[in-house]
């Protein structure tokens, strides 16, 4: 401060730019030219060498001037005058700055892609966030050089952002930033899981947060077993001779074709299946090069409508997963009619059971004539064939037709 060049002019507040000094020939205020920053080390403390001096004006002639660039010229007597320092004193002052909130928490990694197995336990570690409060971050150097102890070193509060989280798949431990896996994965429902992660300091009034983003890749597992998806075959009429192709077959897997936990798939015929159903079909699976792989339908005998109308095979498919998963499913096959049978004679019987209400209510009389507190039941109606009494009587009747041929 002992070249700043202040001038003490008749009480005029006159500000150096250089050092913020302001100053009146009777005081002087030290005045800031641009903003501190805390976060500065070499700003946190600072130590000022005040100078203070009065001045004295000697004249001098103008040929004996030696350095007129320090001169006053004074016009009405022609004379200069030089300023020199006759008397002067040192005061020094001490700054140190405060620090306030103006820093949002800084992630050391705003982002992150991983992947993740859709097998991964519940509680398991996805991820770790760190962010560093630059306000909170001097706190090693403040306890080294005064003592004070303001706080944690890293004072983050972290959470998710739970608008990405609503599933809750995962959370976030608050005082760490792990994130943990919180449900069960299912790549099936959802491939790629995208969370934002916040972390916000812990300033009482007015806190502050930033903002860092995870990509959670769910990579496939063989969890999904395939399945038939024509499950109908075209109908078959009866009576044509072996073999007949049936139709084709095919199936589908939720699991990534790309990972090879689907196709290609393998089909057979259930080897639990009914004898009747392993000796009229065969079933043949292809793996033609770069397919899914399908299967064909074959009869191996012929059909009769009249002995079956439909058929519910039993069909076994497997995926290529390791290990490979596998589900059974029905394939219905219809026998369509054509007519090959002759008209026969038929036969027929018909039954008739009628209640004769006479004897109903002879019956209920006899019940109530017999009521003497035993509890005993009385026989029950009897039923009759009559025709003639069927007219006056009838009140039911059940008839029954057997017929011969149908
Ligand atoms: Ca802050
Ligand atoms: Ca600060
Ligand atoms: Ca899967
Ligand atoms: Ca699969």
Redesign the pocket.
Known sequence: MTNDNNRLEHGQLSMNQTTGIAATNTCALLLLTRPLDYEIAEQRFIMLKILVSDIINVNVQRQQQQQPYNNHHDHDNDNYYDKIVKHSDISYIYIKLRDI?????KFLQNFQNITIIETLPIGSIVAKFMAI????HRISMDQHDDGDDSGPVNNIHYSLDEQTNRQKYFQIESDTGIVRLNRKLDRETIAVHLIKIIAT?M?DEQP?SSMATLVINVDDYNDNAPFIINTTLPSISENIHPPIRLGNIYAFDRDDYMKGNGPPFTFRIDPNASKIIREKFRLESIHNVGGDGHAILYSRQTFDREQQKQYRIPIVVNDSGYPSLSSTSIVTITIADINDNDMKDGWKNVYVFNIDFNQQQQWQTKINNNNDGKDESPPPPPLTTTKNRAKRFVTFSLFCFHFGDY
């Open positions: 909130n103006d820093n949002r928490p409060d630059p306000d909170h300091d300033d502050l």
